[in-house]
Nanobody
Framework: VQLQASGGGLAQAGGSLRLSCVAS??????????MGWFRRAPGKEREFVAH????????YYQDSVKGRFTISRDNGKNTVYLQMNSLKPEDTAVYYC????????????????WGMGTLVTVSS
């Protein structure tokens, strides 16, 4: 199973970026799994950002991104997205997508497969 994240880059504070994560693998049925986005800022631990259930009926967000970030998915394209608006310098981090295997949507321990990450840099 491979998760390929893309869409990172440099943005100004107040700007927007859209991250994408495409899943591939013959034995991986993307539509059966919840998906999450995490991030790791310089010098910090990896932290939960957002989660979406397999059928898109439930979404959860870290408090600091609520109202600014939106997670979505297209099961037909094996892709999960993270639309990031009103970006702040503190959003600067490497962003990772991951497929859920456990019950806690906000814990790294609940995720099985991880992408390599895409760097988001927000300038002030």
């Amino acid at each position: 199973v491979q998760l390929q994240a893309s869409g990172g880059g440099l943005a100004q504070a107040g700007g927007s970026l859209r991250l994408s994560c495409v899943a591939s693998g013959r034995t991986f049925n993307f539509g059966l799994y919840g998906m999450g986005w995490f991030r790791r800022a310089p010098g910090k631990e990896r932290e939960f950002v957002a989660h979406i259930s397999w059928n898109s009926r439930s979404t959860y967000y870290q408090d600091s991104v609520k109202g600014r970030f939106t997670i979505s998915r297209d099961n037909g394209k094996n892709t999960v997205y993270l639309q990031m608006n009103s970006l702040k310098p503190e959003d600067t981090a490497v962003y990772y997508c991951a497929s859920q295997g456990g019950s806690d949507y906000d814990s790294t321990e609940s995720y099985v497969y991880w992408g390599m990450g895409t760097l988001v840099t927000v300038s002030s």
